[in-house]
């Protein structure tokens, strides 16, 4: 069983199973208290990822195309946070009912971005475009 959860107001979503979300949702509680935190590595952990824009990967083993897409990405890597979903796994039938013939897919902070392989000047637009964003709402 897969679950949806907004974070931060925010407009995207992650689907993941229940452990997953259990760290999530423990992090969303503790991370706003970092923020306020005297201590210098908390604030830094807020900060650092926070504000990155979530890349999803939906993915099942093996899977030649998305080892490949993961090393087109590779130099953007601290811009953002990937998220892998092995659409294979019994909570996430859903995705591989969608999915199993196109995967690699790429959803970027909830919304389909691309799929079968890495466009890399779609991704770097739509990275940018959500760093302006957030740069804008601090």
């Known amino acids: 069983m897969s679950y949806n959860l907004a974070q931060n107001n925010s407009e995207f979503y992650f689907f993941l199973p ?14 706003p208290r970092a923020r306020h935190s005297p201590s210098p590595l908390g604030r830094q952990l807020c900060s650092a990822s926070a504000n990155k824009p979530v890349l999803t990967l939906y993915t099942k083993k093996p899977c030649p195309l998305c080892d490949e897409a993961k ?3 590779e130099p953007y890597k601290r811009r953002f946070i990937l998220q892998e979903v092995d659409i294979t796994l019994p909570e996430n039938s859903a995705w591989y009912d969608k999915y199993k013939y196109d995967i690699p897919v790429f959803h970027l902070n909830g919304k389909f971005l691309m799929k079968h392989r890495v466009d890399i000047q779609k991704f770097e ?3 940018r475009k959500l760093e302006l964003q957030n740069e804008r709402n601090k």
Do not use: I, K, P
Request: proline letters at 0%; aromatic letters at 4%; glycine letters at 0%.
């Open 71 to 73: 090393e087109v990405l």
């Open 18 to 31: 229940e452990t997953r979300r259990m760290v999530l949702c423990f992090l969303s509680r503790a991370l």
């Open 125 to 127: 637009d739509q990275l």
